[in-house]
Nanobody
Framework: QVQLVESGGGLVQAGGSLRLSCAASGSIFSASTMGWYRQAPGTQRDLVAHISSGGSTNYADSVKGRFTISRDNAKKTVYLQMNSLKPEDTAVYYC?????????WGQGTQVTVSS
């Protein structure tokens, strides 16, 4: 069973930066699509960014130019570098692994951006 372990969340001031990490167990990481999602109070859980097994990326319009998703297959880890953070980025951020019909979610990590 794949497990996803997240780290890097916290409290930052507007304009600051955070780097989220999500480390996966098991042998399927390199073949999988990895994504970051976020859910703010009163909202749906929405895609922030994802990266395919081949390295193709896409981003929500709200984070383009500020966030970067990357992966290190040797470390079985996906990252989300978040720069120029805004209060509206405040949310619980979730890591997701997808391989075919198999899906696994991380536990979520809180990101709070103060104004």
């Amino acid at each position: 069973q794949v497990q996803l372990v997240e780290s890097g969340g916290g409290l930052v001031q507007a304009g600051g930066s955070l780097r989220l990490s999500c480390a996966a167990s098991g042998s399927i990481f390199s073949a999988s699509t990895m994504g970051w999602y976020r859910q703010a109070p009163g909202t749906q859980r929405d895609l922030v960014a994802h990266i395919s097994s081949g390295g193709s990326t896409n981003y929500a319009d709200s984070v383009k130019g500020r966030f970067t998703i990357s992966r290190d297959n040797a470390k079985k880890t996906v990252y989300l570098q978040m720069n120029s953070l805004k209060p509206e980025d405040t949310a619980v951020y979730y890591c997701k692994l997808v391989l075919g019909v198999y899906e696994r979610w991380g536990q979520g990590t809180q990101v709070t951006v103060s104004s």
